[in-house]
């Protein structure tokens, strides 16, 4: 990315990280439309609230990180209100993913942390505190485990759950190297986190390897190889997520959604199209209900103030 040293004190500050230009733009650019029927396409989040990270589960409620406090807010996304599902304990919120008992799994940035909280009740049900890390970055849930980038170190974090979800002892968390073709350079490196359509690999995105890669991550043993996605580049490679065999990568300061279609092992893909919107403003990450994309804008090229005004916009999946 162009300016590291920014991007660690923004992140540092409760913002995020800023990017690139675009070195491959894709052939085929659409502007989405906005999603059918009467649920709102933008909705507002609190002044100063700095969200980052969006969380949905199989409710149609939309749940956001804050980067000031680390508080979790819910939103209903038939009318766009929402309230506070989890305090913060004052440190940032970054990603975050709900499982299907409610449970949110975050990512604490630079707090080194992953706290684990109940959305009903919002309490915290789990704090785990990883000196070997730097910046925890984004988390995706797969069965049995979940899994945590660190954006300033060479490894990813698995936090394993019991036979009927329990969570585990801070003894049994496990850090996984990053080795094979993962290139961390000097500075900031995984970002967004997925997974393959076949379950068996995960995916990261790799912002200094060959101008902005996506890496395909053996959870066994860390080994990472390089997907091969032609000529496009992923130099803002932020929130990603994966619907059937097409994913979905949040190029933030380029204000834009790379599709890509990838085959099963997730070793190979190909650009699909590029959504664009004009009310995007640096949008960070992306979840999805039914044929919509919500995605918060992060505004990180501006200075977050109390005042500073955040929203969340709709468009229709590919």
């Given at each position: 990315m162009?300016d590291?040293l920014?991007?660690?004190?923004?992140l540092?500050?409760?913002a995020?990280?800023?990017?690139?230009?675009?070195?491959?733009?894709?052939?085929?650019?659409?502007?989405?439309?906005?999603g059918?029927?009467?649920?709102p396409?933008?909705f507002?989040?609190?002044?100063g609230?700095?969200p980052e990270?969006?969380?949905?589960?199989?409710r149609?409620?939309?749940y956001f990180?804050?980067?000031?406090d680390?508080?979790?807010r819910?939103?209903?996304l038939?009318?766009?209100k929402?309230?506070?599902?989890?305090?913060?304990?004052g440190?940032p919120?970054?990603?975050?993913?709900i499982?299907?008992?409610?449970?949110?799994?975050?990512?604490?940035?630079l707090?080194?942390?992953?706290?684990?909280?109940?959305?009903r009740t919002?309490?915290?049900?789990a704090?785990?505190d990883?000196?070997?890390?730097?910046?925890?970055?984004?988390?995706?849930l797969r069965?049995?485990i979940?899994?945590?980038t660190d954006?300033?170190?060479?490894?990813?974090?698995?936090?394993p759950?019991g036979r009927?979800g329990?969570?585990?002892a801070?003894?049994?968390?496990?850090t996984?190297k990053?080795?094979g073709?993962?290139?961390?350079?000097?500075?900031?490196?995984?970002?967004?986190l997925?997974?393959?359509?076949?379950?068996?690999?995960?995916?990261?995105s790799d912002?200094?390897a060959?101008?902005?890669?996506?890496?395909?991550?053996?959870?066994?043993?860390?080994?990472?190889?390089?997907?091969?996605l032609?000529a496009?580049?992923l130099?803002?490679a932020d929130?990603?997520?994966?619907?059937?065999?097409?994913l979905y990568?949040v190029?933030?300061?380029?204000n834009a959604?790379?599709?890509?279609?990838?085959?099963?092992a997730?070793?190979?893909g190909a650009?699909v199209t590029r959504?664009?919107d004009?009310?995007?403003?640096i949008p960070?990450?992306?979840?999805?209900?039914?044929?919509r994309?919500?995605l918060?804008?992060?505004?990180?090229?501006?200075?977050p103030k109390?005042d500073?005004?955040?929203?969340v916009?709709s468009?229709r999946?590919?």
């Open positions: 162009s590291s920014t991007r660690r004190r923004l540092t500050a409760g995020a990280l800023g990017g690139a230009a675009l070195m491959s733009p894709l052939a085929g650019t659409a502007h989405a439309a906005a059918p029927g009467s649920w396409t933008r507002p989040l609190p002044n609230f700095q990270g969006i969380a949905i589960g199989h149609p409620y939309a990180g804050s980067l000031v680390g508080s979790v819910r939103v209903e038939a009318t766009g929402g309230s506070t599902a989890v305090k913060g304990l440190n919120t970054v990603g975050l993913k499982d299907t008992g409610g449970r949110l799994f975050l990512a604490g940035g707090s080194k942390q992953i706290r684990i909280a109940d959305s919002g309490k915290h049900l704090v785990y990883l000196p070997q890390a730097e910046m925890v970055n984004d988390v995706v069965p049995g979940a899994w945590f954006s300033y170190r060479a490894q990813v974090y698995g936090v759950l009927h329990e969570l585990p801070a003894r049994d968390l496990i996984r990053l080795t073709d993962w290139n961390q350079g000097v500075d900031f490196a995984a970002n967004g997925s997974h393959t359509p076949d379950g068996r690999a995960l995916l990261v912002i200094p060959d101008g902005g890669s996506l890496m395909r991550v053996d959870p066994r043993t860390g080994e990472a190889r390089k997907v091969d032609g496009l580049k130099p803002d929130g990603l997520l994966l619907l059937g065999n097409l990568v190029q933030q300061m380029q959604i790379d599709v890509i279609r990838l085959n099963p997730g070793t190979r650009a959504i664009t004009p009310r995007f403003r960070t990450t992306v979840a999805a209900w039914g044929n994309l919500y918060p804008n992060a505004r990180f090229d501006v200075e109390p500073t005004e955040y929203d916009v468009v999946t590919v």
